[in-house]
């Protein structure tokens, strides 16, 4: 089992977050996770020619506040990064709105380091559309922000949300401080998020991948998670009540922000790390957990981390451990 590295007393600082937030292998130096903002949002019929102009729009939304950052980018199926050019929305993706609806729509830029090149980056915007069928019920976008850009200009940060879950119709979705993850690594390797999810339990975290692998049989339209951000589509928001009876429920620091088709609830002014040293887990991350409680998605048939060897002791432990987290605000 690898041995990580990292800090255990981070402050709830932007600055220092950036600077010192890392998960670093003590074996082979390199950078397996970081803390910065994470935003998942999970929509339907991203099949739809209008739904993937959409997530460019979106794209061309973050690239206008990120694109200086941003040096490469993914196209096709063999992952290979290509560079960006620097010069707008990358012209493979403009021309992949118009595949057919039996073929997945995928758009991924991010920043990226060759002296640290498996850095998650506080940098990416990855989305899927995915083809028509079955199988894949749910398509995606995960993003990462730097926490400097959410502190600084957060009613700016809340807009920009808004804005995308008004153009993709989100179902559900959650955003705050992040155990940001290279797409795919989330459950290969080692052990590298459980201890450090451990230390700052209000870290949000997304295996989107195997999320989509577990849900296409069912739950789907069901919220994922709950954090600082907690995205509900107009049908979560009717399972729960309705609008005023999840109002009822919020103290006078959360707030409710509508888009067109669903509410965003903003459980405090900014988001937290939840470790003991920089004031715990919040009331208003517990509230809002426990307002969505009865319809969360919690029937999970594998892992979504690995674990310690101490806590992998088979499959129906690995899953306690999982659920364990899932209800860590409840």
């Excluded at 729509?105 to 990226?112: C, I, W």
């Excluded at 990855?126 to 995606?140: I, K, T, V």
């Excluded at 806590?311 to 432990?317: H, R, T, V």
Aim: proline share 5%; net charge negative; charged share 25%.
């Amino acid at each position: 089992m690898a041995q990580m590295d990292f800090p255990h007393d981070l402050k709830l600082d932007p600055t220092d977050i950036e600077r010192r937030g890392v998960l670093r292998d003590q074996e082979t130096n390199l950078i397996r996770s970081r803390v910065g903002i994470l935003l998942s949002l999970y929509f339907k019929d991203g099949y739809l020619r209008e739904k993937r102009k959409e997530l460019v729009a979106a794209l061309g939304e973050y690239m206008d506040v990120f694109g200086e950052q941003i040096t490469h980018f993914k196209h096709g199926e063999d992952g290979r990064l290509h560079k960006y050019s620097g010069d707008g929305i990358p012209d493979a993706y403009l021309r992949d709105v118009d595949l057919p609806e039996n073929e997945m729509f995928y758009l991924h830029v991010r920043h990226y380091d060759p002296r640290e090149q498996n850095d998650p980056s506080l940098y990416m915007f990855m989305a899927f559309g995915h083809q028509r069928g079955d199988q894949w019920p749910l398509s995606g976008l995960k993003v990462h922000i730097p926490p400097s850009f959410v502190f600084e200009q957060t009613e700016r940060f809340m807009k920009l949300i808004a804005r995308w879950c008004d153009r993709l119709d989100v179902v559900h979705g959650s955003g705050g401080l992040g155990t940001l993850s290279n797409p795919g690594s989330e459950t290969s390797g080692d052990a590298y998020y459980y201890p450090w999810l451990a230390e700052y339990p209000a870290l949000e975290y997304d295996a989107m991948g195997n999320y989509f692998a577990t849900t296409y049989k069912g739950g789907f339209d069901r919220p994922r998670s709950s954090n600082w951000l907690t995205i509900l589509g107009d049908d979560n928001v009717a399972k729960l009540g309705g609008e005023a009876a999840i109002a009822a429920q919020l103290s006078e620091d959360i707030s409710v922000i509508r888009f067109k088709s669903g509410i965003i609830i903003r459980a405090g002014a900014l988001p937290v790390l939840g470790s003991a040293a920089t004031g715990g887990v919040p009331e208003a991350y517990r509230i809002v957990a426990r307002i969505v409680k009865p319809i969360r998605f919690e029937e999970y048939r594998f892992s979504i981390f690995k674990l310690p060897a101490h806590l992998n002791s088979g499959k129906e432990a690995r899953l306690a451990e999982n659920l364990k987290w899932i209800r860590r605000f409840d």
